[in-house]
């Protein structure tokens, strides 16, 4: 999407994989020259934080969009940044920190946690962000397992395997604090973000002002983080991070990222300052345009979710899919900013992001309700999203109350658990007119809004003429599919004028209507209307040849009941393409598309215990290990190292001692 909306786009790299794309640095220097650009802004990941890639620049002549590479080199490094903020008498989470290859060994970082006594532990890249490749280590025997993939991930995304440790803090609330400098020594920030609820160490809602914070404490936490850019002479955008104890008035500094973060549109909200303009300002060698703290305040509250292509209800693995259809919230307060459109693909190579949704109020409450509100008429098909999730977390007590800490999640798990759509049967009202939708789609009478008229000039045999029938009317079954075994059928009357009669749990429903191109649906259901937004879809024949009608309340109303904001349900064409019985475990299926990166060394024909790690998947820059559903003999193993499989692709087999084939490894790769 954003190379469509510049008036120049250039290919870089030769592959879809980060690295035979945008970390190739070289190129996108050539590209820079090549295309006379007097400036690179490197965006929010990938090379914002690479020392080396703005050198590469500066030594080209191109202004890099960010700070010196020194204060890149300084910050940017975990390690090094430990030590400086120790250095200026800054607090640091309790733990330990190397700068060099040679004191990287698995064995003996695990002696020095042991030893320092840090269990419960955290590894970070010492290049990273964004949370990629964090592990929290509970048990020393966790150890080595949690370092090798920690490293893997580093490497892979950061293109760097050294970490660092330090003690996991299990209750603490993330405040950061947005400060600016520019090349002539004007620090100032622009006050604090609250990134408290995450999962995986990545944000999951991020608000500013942060909630309850006193005013004297918000001043302390402001002068230390413009401290933290003056000690490495930081120029541009930076985001200053602490972890504070809750309950109490202790921070202890947590890292700085040295670019502009996902979350700044909150800051931007409530200051009403435009940061990228301000880094360019600054790039181009101008001052601050405002250099005195006091007079940076901020008004109102905003909040910001992420809203991601990952189903919640299987434990958040990364989605893949078509955008079938796209249609962000607008109105009052309400800002998206997002990188896809209607008719683009969410693959396996990259954060499956779709949006950041921003809403901004006069006062948090008023921001709460209105991102609820955007976050229930977000209308995505296509692939699972996050959105059931983020509004049971905005809307729970707990968040509504502020001041909620990085155990959120932990705390409220059952609260803002997201089961399968397809499990939740919807209301009577939202079951009748999903049913409405899919007859109107069937019978091709999208778009007309006088059934009689358009009816009289079409023949009696077509699709149009409704349930034409020498008595009026006639009496069908309609099956739809409430989960992967149980199908529920309907009894309905169509009528000679357009109307239907159905009948749901013993208790009939006349209705009428019509569907636009649009998918806009205007009911009447005895004799109450009803105006929503109905999409009626084909399946795409990946598992079930069926319609699917996804349903959305109108804004500041709902479907059936005062919860029910949205609903969907599942036609099947035929009772025969219901999914049939699974085969008890005995098939380890990829649970998402992605690319194999480790296979259990066992061989065909050795004995694997319940739970043992069989395989791990790279999807989405996360990696994600498959473990055995059960003990068994390893019969057929379909896939190596390094390639690429779909969702739903058989990796290994499982059989029992005596009805084991010991068949040879087969290509179950795309």
């Not at 190129?27 to 020392?51: K, W």
């Not at 080199?73 to 390690?79: D, L, N, P, V």
């Not at 809750?246 to 931007?268: K, S, Y």
């Not at 079951?431 to 007309?448: F, M, V």
Request: glycine share 8%; proline share 4%; net charge negative.
């Amino acid at each position: 999407m954003h190379a469509q909306m510049a008036d120049e786009a250039v290919q870089i790299g030769t592959g879809p994989e980060a690295s035979n794309s945008y970390l190739q640095m070289d190129e996108i220097v050539d590209v820079a020259l090549r295309t006379n650009s007097d400036a690179v802004h490197p965006g929010y990941g990938f090379l914002s934080e690479n020392a080396v890639f703005a050198k590469k620049l500066q030594g080209a002549g191109v202004t890099f969009v960010g700070p010196p590479s020194s204060a890149i080199e300084a910050m940017g490094s975990k390690a090094k940044a430990r030590e400086l903020m120790i250095e200026a008498g800054v607090s640091v989470v309790p733990g330990f920190s190397s700068d060099d290859n040679e004191s990287q060994d698995p064995i003996a970082l695990m002696e020095q946690v042991c030893g320092k006594n840090l269990f419960p532990c955290l590894l970070k890249p010492v290049m990273g962000g964004g949370g990629k490749g964090m592990k929290v280590v509970l048990h020393e025997n966790d150890f080595l397992e949690a370092l090798e993939s920690c490293k893997r991930e580093s490497l892979s995304s950061f293109g760097d395997d050294r970490v660092i440790i330090e003690r996991y803090l299990t209750a603490p609330r993330h405040v950061e604090f947005q400060i600016f400098a520019d090349m002539y020594g004007n620090t100032v920030h622009l006050h604090e973000r609250d990134c408290s609820i995450q999962r995986r160490h990545q944000k999951v809602l991020e608000e500013a002002p942060a909630p309850g914070l006193g005013e004297e404490l918000r001043r302390r936490m402001g002068e230390v983080a413009v401290q933290a850019a003056k000690a490495v002479n930081y120029v541009g955008a930076g985001t200053v991070e602490f972890l504070l104890e809750d309950g109490t008035d202790d921070f202890f500094f947590c890292e700085m990222n040295t670019r502009l973060q996902v979350e700044h549109p909150v800051t931007e909200m409530v200051t009403g300052v435009d940061l990228v303009e301000w880094q360019l300002r600054i790039a181009s060698g101008e001052s601050l345009p405002v250099k005195d703290q006091a007079s940076i305040t901020t008004n109102g509250h905003a909040i910001e979710a992420r809203i991601y292509a990952e189903n919640p209800s299987r434990n958040f693995l990364p989605a893949t899919g078509t955008l079938k259809h796209l249609q962000p919230p607008s109105g009052d307060g309400i800002r998206v900013d997002s990188g896809v459109k209607q008719g683009d693909t969410v693959k396996v190579f990259y954060d499956p992001m779709i949006s950041k949704l921003i809403a901004y109020g006069k006062d948090r409450e008023d921001a709460i309700e209105r991102l609820l509100a955007a976050l229930r008429n977000y209308q995505v098909i296509g692939t699972p999203t996050n959105i059931p999730f983020v509004e049971k977390c905005a809307d729970h007590q707990a968040f509504r109350e502020g001041g909620v800490t990085t155990k959120f999640l932990e705390s409220y798990e059952q609260d803002v658990l997201v089961f399968d759509k397809s499990e939740k049967r919807p209301s009577s009202i939202g079951q009748t007119l999903c049913i409405l939708s899919l007859l109107l789609e069937q019978e091709n009478r999208k778009g007309i809004t006088d059934f009689n008229h358009a009816r009289r000039s079409m023949n009696p045999w077509s699709n149009l003429s409704g349930s034409w029938r020498v008595h009026g009317s006639v009496q069908k079954n309609v099956a739809y599919q409430a989960s992967t075994s149980q199908l529920h059928t309907i009894p309905v009357i169509s009528k000679r004028d357009g109307s239907f009669i159905i009948d749901i749990d013993g208790e009939s429903f006349a209705v009428n209507g019509t569907l636009d191109h649009d998918g806009r649906l205007n009911a009447v259901v005895n004799e109450k209307r009803f105006s929503v937004t109905s999409i009626v879809s084909k399946g795409d024949g990946s598992e079930l040849n069926s319609w699917q009608v996804n349903m959305w309340a109108s804004e500041n109303s709902f479907i059936g009941s005062e919860t029910e904001f949205y609903c969907e349900m599942t036609f099947p064409d035929r009772e025969s393409e219901i999914a049939g019985s699974h085969t008890g475990g005995s098939e380890v299926k990829a649970p998402m598309p992605g690319k194999v990166i480790k296979v259990t060394p066992k061989q065909v024909g050795e004995y694997v215990e319940s739970g043992e790690l069989l395989m791990v998947l790279e999807a989405m820059k996360m990696e994600h290990a498959i473990f055995a559903p059960r003990g068994g003999v390893i019969d057929v193993i379909g896939c190596d190292v390094g390639d690429v499989v779909n969702d739903g692709a058989v990796m290994i087999m499982l059989a029992d001692a005596d009805e084991s084939n010991n068949q040879k490894v087969v290509n179950n790769v795309v």
